[in-house]
Each structure stands twice: as structure tokens, then as C-alpha cells.
């Protein structure tokens, strides 16, 4: 029988371990074969070397979820220590891995492998297409890698776009002027962007243009220099949409492409964009395809099996 010592010693053990240790009483359900043993700030676990290693590995994916939302769930431990288990999503805690320090003391980071790879890619490529399910932080991370060239000055602007494209529902009958009606569309974009920048900052940013946001088809005649710019839910840009914005591309620009293509609200007669720029582009040097799956979902437990679902009647 082998032993391992894990401290928490930065960390709450009430926050960890939950009240009456409610937390640490359902990890364990999930290790019937470990005898785990908590004393304040440090975990005694002991058991064969095969599970004491998937015990850490779940564990320390378990404070990486806390390092960003500043809480453990029960939603939150039974979607990790369920994942699966043929491949580790674990990724390392070092601050490098840091994306951006976000309001409330928020640490903005990519948190699966896949999410990962985005990143490296967005690094050594200036322009990255991350394809996948709803949840798997697509949009989040491109924010991310956004706001932290802005911050690091590597870019002047960030371009963020979306295609306005009515999910059975009726943009005209919506009240309001133009902004009024397109606002909705473009609501996720303004939400990561308040996670990660203080909330004076991002209005400033917003009035003097440093940051913009708006439809797909603003975008057209335009050369984006010395801009970070991201296209959010591609799947619903035609072929002429989105061979229009990757042509926007000026000098020291980076471009993300980000979408679903379960999720197309394209008119019958109309084919999706992103699913004919995966055959168009994916040999040409400089332009990398991310696909992500559901086992990058971060959202609640019930997306995951929900994404199954809907996978197993398609196929």
C-alpha cells in the first residue's frame, strides 16, 4: 500500500472540504478503494499507486475549478471526477498558464487539454478556428487570449463579431433602435468581457473604440491592423460571410474563428461558412483548426449528457 501527502495550504480547508466536510465526503465516494484523511490544510491518501494517481489528478482539476470560480459544487465535483477517464484533462497550475487576472479576483485560464492547444495555436498562428459544442469555452478563451494581447500591447484593438442571425425568432419585431435589436446578439461577448476587465476600464475601452463589438456585416470594406479580432458563432456566417472577415486581416493582426456547427440557424438555401472553411483552408501554413468536444464542457453536468444525447440521435 502506497501513501500520498497533499497540502492545501494556500487554500481554505472550509472551502475545499466543504461544511461537516460535505465536499470531501462525496470525493470520496467516487475512491471506495482509498482510505482518504483529511487534517486542516493537508490530505492523507492511501491505496495503490493507480488510484492514488487518478485521485490527484481529479483533485487538482477540482482547485483549478475553484481557482476560477472561487467555489466547489456538487455539480462541480461529480462532472470531474466522472470525466473521462482514458484521457487526463489535467493541466498545470503554473502562473505562465495564466491568461488573465479577471475582476473579483478571478484567474481567467485554460482549464482542458483541448482549450489548451487553442491557445499554444493562437501563439504560433494568426488565425486559429475553434470548432465545438456549446460549453467548451470557445468564446471565453478567445476573450481571454484577446484581452491579454491588449493588455500586453502586442495589438491596438479587439474587433469581437457575430453574425446576427435569428434563432426562431424575429429581429424586426424586437423593440428598440439598431443597437437595441443587435445588443442581444452579442450579450456573450460583453459578458467575458466583464469577468476580465474592471468595469470603468471596459466602458472606456468601448467608448474610444479601443474595444468594438458589432455584427458580422460591419465588418465589410474594412483592414484590420494591430487588431485581435474574433468571429463568434461562425456556423452561422455564409460562405461569403466569413471568406469576407478572414480577408479583413492587416499587418500584426491575429484572428479567431469561433462555432458550432450542430448549432446552424442558417435558412435551408443557405450553407454554413465554417463547415465550408474547413475543407477551403485547413492545408494552408498559418491557419490551424481546434476541434473541441464534450469532454471540454464546463458548464453544468447536464450539458454534457445533453450534448451525448443529441450526438447519439445524429448519428
Same mark, same amino acid.
Given at each position: ?16 472540504? @466543504? ?15 482509498? &482510505? ?100 467548451? %469555452? ?40 439598431? &443597437?437595441? &435589436? ?35 456585416? #460591419? ?25 469576407? #472577415?478572414?480577408?479583413?486581416? @492587416?499587418?500584426?493582426?491575429? #484572428? ?29 501554413? %498559418?491557419?490551424? #483548426? ?14 454534457? &449528457?445533453?450534448?451525448?444525447?443529441? %450526438?447519439?440521435?445524429?448519428?
Amino acid at each position: 500500500m502506497s501513501e500520498k501527502i497533499i497540502s492545501i495550504e494556500s487554500y481554505s480547508p472550509l472551502e475545499i472540504y @466543504g461544511v461537516n466536510d460535505k465536499n470531501l465526503n462525496i470525493i470520496k465516494k467516487f475512491f471506495p478503494k482509498l &482510505k482518504i484523511v483529511a487534517r486542516g490544510d493537508i490530505i492523507k491518501v492511501l491505496g495503490n499507486d493507480k488510484d492514488i494517481k487518478n485521485f490527484e489528478e481529479r483533485f487538482s482539476l477540482l482547485i483549478l475549478n475553484y481557482d476560477k470560480f472561487g467555489k466547489i459544487s456538487e455539480d462541480d465535483i461529480e462532472q470531474i471526477m466522472q470525466s473521462d477517464n482514458n484521457q487526463s484533462y489535467l493541466i498545470s497550475e503554473q502562473n505562465n498558464d495564466i491568461l488573465v487576472h479577471g475582476n473579483r479576483g478571478l484567474l481567467v485560464k485554460a482549464r482542458t487539454i483541448n482549450q489548451q492547444r487553442m491557445v499554444k495555436s493562437c501563439y504560433k498562428n494568426d488565425l486559429v478556428f475553434a470548432i465545438g459544442p456549446a460549453g467548451t %469555452g470557445k468564446t471565453y478563451t478567445a476573450v481571454a487570449l484577446a484581452v491579454k494581447a491588449l493588455k500586453n500591447k502586442e495589438i491596438r484593438r479587439i474587433v469581437l463579431t457575430r453574425p446576427a442571425v435569428e434563432a426562431g425568432e424575429n429581429l424586426g419585431f424586437l423593440p428598440g433602435d439598431l &443597437k437595441d &435589436k443587435l445588443d442581444p446578439y452579442l450579450q456573450p461577448l460583453y459578458d467575458a468581457l466583464r469577468d476580465m476587465l474592471p468595469t470603468q476600464k471596459l466602458l472606456t475601452y468601448l467608448e474610444d473604440g479601443t474595444i468594438e463589438i458589432a455584427p458580422l456585416a #460591419f465588418m465589410r470594406g474594412r483592414t484590420l491592423d494591430n487588431v485581435f479580432a474574433i468571429l463568434d458563432e461562425a456556423q452561422n456566417a455564409t460562405e461569403g460571410q466569413l471568406k469576407m #472577415f478572414v480577408t479583413r486581416m @492587416g499587418r500584426s493582426a491575429k #484572428f479567431i474563428v469561433t462555432g458550432d456547427i450542430t448549432q446552424i440557424d442558417l435558412p435551408n438555401n443557405q450553407s454554413s461558412g465554417l463547415i465550408h472553411a474547413t475543407k477551403m483552408l485547413k492545408n494552408i501554413h %498559418g491557419i490551424d #483548426f481546434i476541434f473541441l468536444d464534450n469532454r471540454d464542457v464546463i458548464r453544468h453536468k447536464l450539458v454534457t &449528457k445533453i450534448i451525448n444525447a443529441y %450526438g447519439r440521435e445524429n448519428n
